[in-house]
């Protein structure tokens, strides 16, 4: 599972911190399991249910929000230097992570993608913030998969929680038109 995970999203190798790393994937490899996923679904799984017949898929839209979010970090830190702090492993981590939750969001019914009853009652901002909990993974990159939606509208949000935020949105909006 780990080698076609890696080859559908290497953005993780741009995690620096081996241990950070190996967290972020082992979440995504739980999550698929405990989702009721294989990797071979990524491909298959939407990026969202709000645009219908999207063939945008979750694998592929977390990659673009993670480099989209890198990039505008590297920017940021390059064009504002020594006037910010960007931790670009948490940014990464956190991008990759984002979504996380449409795992349990989701369910496939009659090779269809909707809504799980889990996903009625938890958006995956909440419901992937609340699995990554449990793997000692920092409070900085929680905050980022529960504030990148939504959910994180009218509270306070870190630098990197506000880029996922408009990385995720820009991709999101020009995918609706």
Request: aromatic share 8%.
């Amino acid at each position: 599972m780990r080698k076609k995970l890696l080859s559908l999203m290497p953005e993780f190798q741009m995690i620096e911190d081996p241990d950070l790393r190996e967290k972020t994937i082992t979440i995504w490899e739980d999550a698929l399991k405990e989702g009721g996923w294989d990797v071979d679904d990524l491909p298959k799984i939407p990026f969202t249910l709000l645009i219908e017949k999207t063939d945008i898929d979750l694998a592929m839209h977390t990659r673009a929000v993670t480099l989209c979010a890198r990039e505008t970090g590297k920017v940021m830190l390059r064009e504002y230097s020594g006037k910010m702090n960007i931790n670009m492993d948490y940014l990464t981590s956190g991008s990759l992570l984002h979504d996380v939750g449409k795992l349990f969001e989701y369910k496939r019914i009659n090779g269809r993608f909707v809504k799980s009853e889990r996903g009625k009652l938890l958006r995956h901002p909440i419901s992937g913030a609340a699995f990554a909990a449990r793997y000692d993974i920092p409070d900085e990159i929680l905050h980022m998969i529960a504030a990148h939606s939504r959910e994180g509208d009218g509270a306070r949000r870190t630098i990197e929680a506000i880029i996922i935020n408009h990385s995720d949105f820009v991709n999101f909006e020009s995918l609706k038109i």
